[in-house]
């Protein structure tokens, strides 16, 4: 069983960046595409966007403009989320979801986010 753990998030002001870590104990990442997505308060989830786990590309919704960069560091079996100039509206839990099948099989506790002065 694939459990995800996801690290990085906190308090951040208006304009920062952070980086959130996606990894996972026991189980190498590689065979997985993952995605980032976020959920804000009283909202839904959406998809921030997903690197796949063949060539590493990379896949984005307008959720975060152009803000938010996905990378995988396979001899570290983590991905990362890496988020500029981090808006008030960009406050919530961020989760890191794993396909091996073609649909998100796996997630993890998520990380909070918080943007604020």
């Known amino acids: 069983q694939l459990q995800l753990v996801e690290s990085g998030g906190g308090l951040v002001q208006p304009g920062g960046s952070l980086r959130l870590s996606c990894t996972a104990a026991g189980v190498t990442l590689d065979a997985y595409a993952i995605g980032w997505f976020r959920q804000a308060p009283g909202q839904g989830q959406e998809r921030i966007g997903c690197i796949n786990n063949s060539d590493g590309r990379t896949d984005y919704t307008d959720a975060m403009e152009g803000r938010a960069t996905i990378s995988r560091d396979n001899a570290k079996n983590t991905v990362f989320l890496q988020m500029n100039s981090l808006k008030t509206n960009d406050t919530g839990v961020y989760y890191c979801?794993?396909?091996?099948?073609?649909?998100?099989?796996?997630w993890g506790q998520g990380t909070q986010v918080t943007v604020a002065s």
């Open positions: 979801k794993a396909s091996l099948l073609g649909d998100w099989e796996y």
